[in-house]
């Protein structure tokens, strides 16, 4: 049991990788709501303008210790360290062996509660950990040799924002709706001898930054200690459509100050083809439009193609209304402008929530 009857709590794994040249963004999660009696997991794979999903989900007692669900297995081989993930062949043309092993020491961000109306909305802990990943994919027929590519994996746990069912229609709505971010960035790209962390939470123009979190981490056996930067600054240039910006990133920098004065700037740019997670069951994303976390029987699963391009739709229609222009994850590249030769990939989050200068 856990300590809080929220039906909203869970606790999870998510789990991302793609190769160098941006071809595959492979993504996965696997997550237990214990107060809800519910384990659900996915697994979305963006190729060649296409984007494949699956989603499982299963009763979470009495095998509560078994992490499996569907075709899907998780096994612990070493905790922090070597993670074992498999999935048996089924009919949405998917299957995986997979072994993340950590490249370097997980990194734990800030605990962060929000309270709305005096209650406590989310509460959430999470670490992120860079990897190196080997084993093999296979989509729709087609078998990949993964060879030492990067990977990124988050652990989360606690109440969510967006698990759990819908939130109640007895609760008041709070009098004045939260403000949204703007824009949003999450990134963990693993270069030449470090893996650089930074998220943050922007409204645009000459305002301060409403959230900030950074880290610089070492390889397992390097000496250095991992710091936090204590500045950053941005830039960055969205795709143009019919001479209009949309909400999706093409390019930008990232500027961060180390605590001996030093600086360090970064290019990045998605070189993936996007992967909607709402095609994992975020943001209402099964059929049903319950999300993630709700019990759908004791044995349920549930997938589809969706067609998609590099800018802003998912072109083919579904059962669920799609959040297109915001939530899309993509595998991306980081290079280091003072040195070209130190040039890294990993997890690429740049998404635009409310309004922001420039866009409509």
């Known amino acids: 049991m856990v300590a809080d009857g929220s039906p909203h709590w869970s606790d999870g794994y998510y ?29 979305c ?8 999903n699956m989603r499982y989900s299963r009763r979470l007692r009495p095998q509560i210790d078994d992490l499996f669900c569907g075709p899907v297995t998780v096994d612990i081989v070493e905790g922090l360290r070597t993670i074992h993930l498999r999935c048996a062949p089924n009919e949405y043309g998917q299957a995986y062996d997979l072994v993340f092993e950590g490249w370097c020491p997980p990194y734990n961000e800030e605990h962060v509660q929000v309270y709305i109306n005096g209650r406590l909305h989310s509460d959430r802990s999470n670490y992120d950990q860079c990897c190196t ?26 109440i969510g924002n967006n698990t759990g069912g819908p939130r109640s229609a007895a609760i008041a709505p709070p009098p004045v709706a939260p403000a949204m971010p703007g824009l949003r960035q999450w990134c963990v790209f693993k270069m030449r001898d470090r893996a650089v962390f930074w998220q943050f939470h922007h409204p645009g123009g000459e305002a301060e930054y409403t959230k900030l979190e950074t880290q610089c981490m070492f390889p397992y056996g390097d000496e250095r200690e991992p710091f936090a930067y ?41 070189i993936s083809y996007p992967v909607y997670l709402q095609g994992g069951g975020y943001f209402g994303g099964f059929h049903d439009g319950m999300g993630r976390g709700a019990y759908r029987g004791d044995d349920h699963h549930e997938g589809e193609v969706w067609e998609i391009d590099r800018i802003t739709a998912i072109t083919t229609p579904t059962p669920v209304e799609l959040n297109r222009y915001h939530y899309a994850e993509a595998w991306g590249r980081c290079v280091n402008l003072d040195d070209p030769t130190d040039v890294g990939t990993g997890h690429l989050e740049c998404v635009v929530l409310g309004r922001y200068p420039g866009l409509r």
């Open 230 to 270: 204590t500045a950053i600054d941005h830039t960055v240039t969205f795709v143009e459509v019919d001479g209009n910006p949309v909400r999706r990133l093409a390019h930008g920098t990232v500027t961060l100050t180390r605590p001996d004065g030093g600086v360090e700037r970064y290019a990045i740019e998605p």
């Open 45 to 52: 794979v963006s190729r060649d303008g296409e984007q494949h």
């Open 15 to 43: 789990f991302t990788m793609g190769d160098p040249d941006g071809r595959f963004a492979w993504f996965t999660g696997f997550r237990l709501h214990a107060n809800n009696d519910v384990l659900d997991a996915f697994t």
């Open 133 to 158: 990943v080997n084993g093999w994919i296979e989509v729709a027929g087609e078998r990949v040799e993964v060879n030492g590519w990067t990977g990124v994996r988050d652990h989360s746990w606690g």
